[in-house]
């Protein structure tokens, strides 16, 4: 998006004097890393990453945060009424927490009017007033930041049975912070690199879109959390459901492929994977995807896939589990020189073990450059590689053979 945009867009925001765009409560632009937050300034519900506040107001009083301590529960606690435990002894105490001296690990409380120190790693503390991040000079106006406290991250499945196929797609989103948060018009942002200090201002008005599905734009994918607010517990992981869909196999074939180093002798077996072919019927999330196969109630677990364009209408190709059905081996009958150039002939033979047709494809990468292929089943696939495409009758076997010629 180009740069004027972005600063018209963020002007619209700034400008208005109503914030209709942005319900009451808390709204979130959540990220796989990192969110963008929107919510009141007198109360924020997480810790800003620094240099990332920004009042959504021109005219606003100087705004103090503390920096990131280990004992930053404790420095947000100065001034207020606390109730500090001994971690191993039967004491307690509550005062005002007033001082915090972190170069000598300690802290001073004041109980009745006296000023007493106490060691910091030897007590728990326990806050006796609203544990929220309060922004200095409280006030009703709105507020923007990033955090590290509110992330999300995929969950993607995809499940097959028999000729069906099932894209199972659910969000995890990851509550790190001790706050109870209300999310209110807000949006899933997936983009797959680094994650940036900046994000477009006009993602928090589109999250007021009452379109569910998942949505393209400017090569980054957004998924709009309009239904009923939702809310996460502290330090919680909540799973909800994305979009999903299901489509049918178009094809099945038990693919195959070999290499060959100019070392190969004998037969060597051929690993035939099951791949599976199918159109998807929806735009969905790309990623790493869990392959299941469902049988009498249960889900048998495959192999993990990537796939990068999950776009409607693109054909997906899974070799989802090793084949048991179909089973083969390549062997090199002769050759006229182990150095190039050389004559090669090879023989593949396939077994089909059970009593349906089985495609097969079998994907044989030499060690030199083709120059010519004497077959009428193999076909020359690029300058290096060679493919034997076929069908096998139930509990039929075949024999291939072919020559090769290969130069430098």
Known sequence: MKITRTHLCLAIVL???????????????????????????????????????LP??????????????????????????VTVEHKQRDLHYTGKLSKIDQDNRSFSLTINNRLT???????????LDDETHSAPGESNYRVSYQTSQLSWSPQLNILFNGDSVS??????????????????????????RQPTHSFKAERSLMAMS???????????????????????????????????SKTSVSQQIHTARI???????????????????????????????????????????????QLDNVRSGVEVKVAANKSRDVRGTLTMLSATSHTLPSTQVWQAKIENHVNQE????????????????????????????????????????????YTVILNK
């Open 117 to 127: 120190a106490f060691p910091l790693d030897d007590f728990y503390l326990i806050p």
């Open 56 to 81: 959504l107001k021109e005219d606003f009083s100087p705004i103090s945060h503390g920096q990131t301590s280990a004992y930053s529960n404790w420095l947000s606690e100065i001034d207020k009424k």
């Open 358 to 401: 089985q495609d097969y494809s079998i994907h044989h990468s030499v060690n030199g450059v083709i120059e010519k292929i004497e077959s009428d089943e193999a076909t020359q696939q690029d300058a290096r590689s060679l493919v034997l495409n076929g069908r096998l009758d139930g509990k039929a076997q075949k024999v291939i053979t």
């Open 259 to 305: 290499q060959d180093y100019g070392n190969m002798r004998g037969a060597t077996e051929l690993n035939f994977y099951n791949q599976i072919h199918f159109t998807l019927p929806q735009d969905g999330l790309p990623g790493e995807y869990k392959t299941f196969q469902q049988r009498d109630g249960l889900l048998i677990p495959g192999n993990i896939i």
């Open 167 to 192: 894209l199972s797609q659910q969000a995890l989103i990851h509550n790190y912070s001790g706050s109870r948060i209300q999310l209110q018009n807000s949006m899933l942002h997936y983009a797959s």
């Open 210 to 244: 009452s379109d569910q599905s998942i949505d393209y734009q400017d090569n980054e994918i957004t998924y709009a959390l309009n239904a009923s607010p939702l809310t996460l517990a502290p330090y919680s992981t909540t799973l909800i459901p994305l979009p999903s």
């Open 15 to 53: 400008g208005t004097s109503s914030y209709s765009a942005f319900s009451a409560g808390l709204n979130a632009v959540i990220g796989l890393n990192s969110s963008q937050i929107i919510e009141a300034a007198s109360s924020l519900s997480f810790a800003p990453n620094q240099g990332t506040y």
